[in-house]
């Protein structure tokens, strides 16, 4: 029940209508029973600074981000976390006693079903990305510390345990992968947004070879160079035109899609041919960023020709739950009940 004393959390984006979020939130707070309500706020980009004043004048707790303002809301925050740093990109926002916080749960939510236990941050090989990232040895300024002696909220260290809460059982459908990444080889689709939290991810597992395919070569070669000079450097990283695609799906032990292609409405579309994806390797695990349709046409390709499979229904439960946690500066919040509440909403079930 909303009364006079309900706190505010809330989603930005534009256009926003069609976000989940408030369901997946507003489940999860009345479960707790917390005094929040969690709601969709329409903001065009050049509305974006008014917006933040207004929210701070109000008494917002904190908010999600999405298109189009991952990357616009960067300069326009007090402080952002390393990990945001490093991908260039904020989908939580809280406020904190030096002002709005920006950090980045879409890694976190990205490796949640790939990690079976969660493993420990950075292990298997990309030990030169842990020490950067906690030496602090960085230009941009970081957030402090989370929660010391119940101070003011500020934004966590990147990839505390790796996933925000214990893994439901992965690959619905599917079989259990490997903990160690050291020898496994990724392959992503698209060079947007999406795909810095996904190389960020990799990064972490220890992948021992990550592969960006994309379409353009100038816009390629600036993302690879953005990661050298980058707080978190990948060294490990490789970029390719879309005709490379067949050859490097056969090597593929994770193949990810963090394009819009298979999106609803338009599901029977794949970002991968038919010719291509009978390249995958049986048991190689195909993780698609989409959760609407669900399956997408690239899973179920995928599945057909013995992968497993990952929607990304998942990612977008556990990027949300690892915010919510900073929100309400708790340990733990109702995974179950979050995941359930967009399935209903999907009619999954």
Request: proline share 9%; glycine share 10%; with cysteine.
């Amino acid at each position: 029940m909303i009364k006079g004393t309900t706190k505010l959390l809330g989603v930005i984006g534009h256009p926003i209508a069609h976000s989940l979020s408030p369901a997946m939130h507003n489940a999860a707070i009345s479960h707790l029973g917390v005094d929040f309500v969690y709601l969709a706020f329409p903001v065009k980009p050049e509305d974006l600074k008014v917006a933040l004043l207004g929210f701070r004048a109000i008494g917002i707790q904190g908010f999600s981000i999405t298109i189009p303002h991952k990357q616009a809301i960067l300069p326009l925050l007090s402080e952002v976390s390393p990990i945001a740093r490093a991908i260039g990109a904020v989908n939580t926002v809280y406020l904190t006693d030096k002002g709005w916080c920006g950090t980045n749960t879409d890694v976190e939510g990205f490796l949640a079903p790939l990690q079976t236990p969660p493993t420990p941050p950075y292990q298997g090989g990309a030990k030169e990305v842990k020490s950067v990232l906690e030496s602090g040895n960085m230009t941009a300024e970081s957030c402090p510390p989370p929660y010391q002696g119940g101070a003011a909220q500020s934004c966590p260290p990147p990839y505390q345990g790796g996933a925000a809460q214990s893994c439901p059982p992965p690959y619905q459908g599917g079989a259990r992968g490997g903990s160690d990444w050291s020898q496994k080889v990724a392959v992503i689709l698209g060079n947007g947004g999406a795909a810095r939290a996904v190389v960020a991810g990799c990064a972490q597992l220890g992948c021992a070879e990550i592969h960006v395919v994309g379409r353009n070569e100038q816009n390629l070669a600036e993302f690879q160079q953005s990661w050298v000079n980058s707080p978190m450097p990948v060294k490990s990283l490789r970029v390719h035109t879309w005709n490379n695609l067949s050859s490097l799906i056969s090597q593929a032990d994770l193949l990810v899609n963090t394009t819009p292609v298979g999106m609803y409405p338009h599901g029977e579309m794949s970002p991968v041919a038919v010719g291509a994806i009978d390249q995958i390797s049986p048991g190689a695990i195909a993780y698609d960023l989409i959760y609407n349709p669900n399956p997408t046409q690239f899973l179920k390709d995928a599945q057909l020709r013995g992968a497993k499979t990952i929607d990304g229904l998942e990612m977008l439960v556990q990027q949300g739950a690892a915010a919510l946690k900073i929100w309400l500066e708790t340990d733990s919040v109702p995974v179950d009940v979050m995941r359930h509440a967009l399935r209903k909403h999907l009619g999954l079930d």
